[in-house]
Structures are given as C-alpha cells and as structure tokens.
C-alpha cells in the first residue's frame, strides 16, 4: 500500500471539498476514493473525516494528518527535484483558470512556447473569465488581472497591463473627440463590460477625481466582442491594452483623454494556493513566463 499516495488522495479529498469531487480531479470513480479513505481510516485506526449527506468535517485526528500529510508530499517532491533537477525531464499536468481574452490572445502563446521546450507538459486550462476557486476546482495557477484582495493565494507579478479609452475615428468624426471628461456625459455612449463600473472614473487637471455617468450602448461579458463594437463606431471603449493594442497600432482606434484616466495600470499576476506544494514544473512554468512577456510585454502601446 503507497502511503504518499493516500496521504495525496486525503488531501485532494479535503482540499476539493467533497469525496465526490476529489474523484473529478483524480480522473477516478467516487467508490475508489472513498474505498480508500475508509482503508486509510482503518489502517490508522482513527476517524479522519466526519461524513453527513450534506458535507464532510474534519476531525482533530484528520487535521492533523493533513497538515503532517502536506509536509511530507512537500518534503518527498523537494527531495526529488533537488535530486534530479539536472537531468530532470519536466512531466505531468498543469491546470490553469485564465481570464478568456487574455488567455486566447497572449497566455496561449506562451504555454505553446513552454510546450517547445517541456514537450511532456500537459496543459489543462480553463478559459472563463469568472473568479474560480483554486483549491476547490482542483487548479495549479490562476491567472488575474486586478488589484488584489487580501486572500489565503500567494501571487507572482508576471506583466502589467494599462487601461486606456478609445474609439474609432468615425465615431469621433460624428460625434466629436471629447477634450475633458465631463463632455462624455453629453454626446456620448459607451461600451459596457458587465462586471465593470457603471461610471467612469477620471482624475480632473486640478488633481480631483471626478466619476461620469455615460449612457451605454451595448453591453457585453466578452471584451472581443466590445472590441469588434467600438472599431464598428458603436461607442466608446475603455479597454485593458492587452484587448486593444493591435487596432490601436493599426489606427482602427483612436485613445483619448490619456492624461485624465486614474489609476490606468493594472498588475497581471499568477495565482496558486498557499498550501499546495509549488513544484518543480510549477516554478518553471511561472519563472517562464515573467521571462516571455518581460518589461515591454507585445501588447505594450508606446
């Protein structure tokens, strides 16, 4: 019987939240993980988890073994690494939760470069633009694009991001370039992404911050989308750069309002869970991609 093995497997059972999903996450039928916690229970002779129809608690037996459990897998990957970090072929699974543009624009290049040089990477990734739960749905990384929260998740800085406003030269033509931020609340409509907020925040040249009530035009959860609307003379775009940069370049979009935009600078960073082991394909995987987008990252507008 592989003790590391349900030690990682009681772990999966307790980080998942239910046996049921550990099962997802293992690629295996719930009955074979229960089967072995029933085993692990019995060899132990001890009560690790205790069971209703509704949740699963553990006892003050099962939080030990966790903590000891996560120790020890700690322990015996470092051990592993350190003894075959020269000669070490990177293996095994990555599971990612990425936001979708962003993902499909710019991380998908990256992990396909990664995969050139580890081609025995397997990428599992999720693109959605909802905020997941790490450990819950059994992610390695995370990638966010946000100022963060205070939360239980260790993050690296791997690039930034700047938030600019556009719109096409047609719609500026009809309906005139505004020139400060009040003039957007009169002859002017934007493009609404549905999780942002609803009035724009400026900072005025005598250093006040202003927020602006702007009627919408469409709204939308897909920032392609929004994009393909503006370049379209729908309404005005206030975008992260990494969506818009290309027609912007090519002058499909016109930004405006530059030196009046507060805060325009966002972070990009990867996620991962404080108590899950960072192994040795993770910290290659991260260290890769602070090196791929570097200083002056593709989407970088001059």
Known sequence: MNQIEDMQTFVRIVEAGSIT????????????????????????????????????????????????????IEEVADIEAGLTQQNY????????????????????????????????????????????????????????????????LIARQISSTRMVLCASPAYLKTQGTPTTPQQLSTRHKKLQYYR???NWHFVEDNGQSVNIKIPTALTSNNGSFLLECAIKGTGLLYSPDFICHQAIKDGKLTIILKKYLA??????????????????????????????YGDTPSWLID
Request: charged fraction near 25%.
């Open 21 to 72: 999903k550990a099962a997802e996450q293992l690629n295996t039928v719930k009955s074979a993980v229960s089967r072995r916690l029933s085993q692990l229970e019995k060899r132990l002779g001890v009560t690790l988890l205790t069971r209703s129809t509704r949740a699963h608690t553990l006892t003050e037996q099962g939080k030990s073994y966790y903590q000891h459990s996560l120790r020890i």
């Open 89 to 152: 072929a990177l293996s095994g699974s990555i599971r990612i939760a990425a936001p979708l543009v962003f993902g499909l624009e710019h991380l998908s290049q990256a992990l396909l470069a990664f995969n050139e040089r580890h081609p025995e990477i397997v990428f599992d990734v999720d693109f959605d633009d909802r905020k997941v739960d790490l450990v819950e749905g059994g992610f390695d990384l995370a990638i966010r694009i946000a100022k963060l929260e205070d939360s239980n």
């Open 196 to 198: 942002s907020l609803e």
């Open 263 to 292: 805060n325009p600078t966002i972070p990009i960073y990867v996620l991962y869970p404080q108590n899950r082991h960072q192994s040795h394909k993770i910290r290659h995987l991260i260290d890769f991609l602070i090196e791929y």
